[in-house]
């Protein structure tokens, strides 16, 4: 399964938000952070700067069937200079974290946002013990989900 466009997080007020109403697991080379999506309503990013009235970005009534589509489990990965190393590194931990995500996107439940840390010890596992704690992880988390 692709990880698409619409899994991302991007926005620093989504990161944020895991961050301060999430939860974490501690997965030795990465920590874990999830959180249920914020809301469209109650999402403060959407009028962020756009010099509008907040008027404008009242909840707009849709037909049920809209509504009742849930929105696909996101990710966003952190991969800090002093916690995992120079560019190469980096780029190295992100990259395992995200196939790791687009390999088993199936144990998160729709409507939950991840947020994956990862720690200098990361690049140091086979990818195949990444693999297995992240799936660990999600398994204790979202018992429903795993079956």
Request: charged share 25%; with cysteine; proline share 7%.
């Amino acid at each position: 399964m692709r990880f698409r466009a619409e899994q991302h997080l991007r926005r620093q007020l989504d990161f944020q938000h895991v961050r301060t109403h999430g939860r974490r697991s501690d997965c030795g080379a990465f920590m874990l952070w999830y959180c249920r999506q914020c809301p469209p309503e109650q999402n403060p990013s959407v009028a962020v700067n756009t010099g509008l009235p907040q008027e404008a970005f009242a909840p707009v009534k849709t037909p049920i069937s809209a509504t009742s589509k849930t929105t696909p489990a996101r990710l966003g990965v952190v991969a800090s200079r002093s916690a995992v190393g120079n560019s190469p590194q980096r780029a190295r931990a992100k990259r395992r974290l995200r196939e790791v995500f687009r390999a088993h996107q199936k144990l998160v439940p729709p409507g939950y946002d991840l947020l994956l840390v990862a720690r200098s010890s990361l690049n140091r596992l086979e990818y195949f013990e990444v693999e297995r704690r992240f799936v660990d992880a999600c398994r204790k988390i979202f018992p429903s989900a795993s079956a």
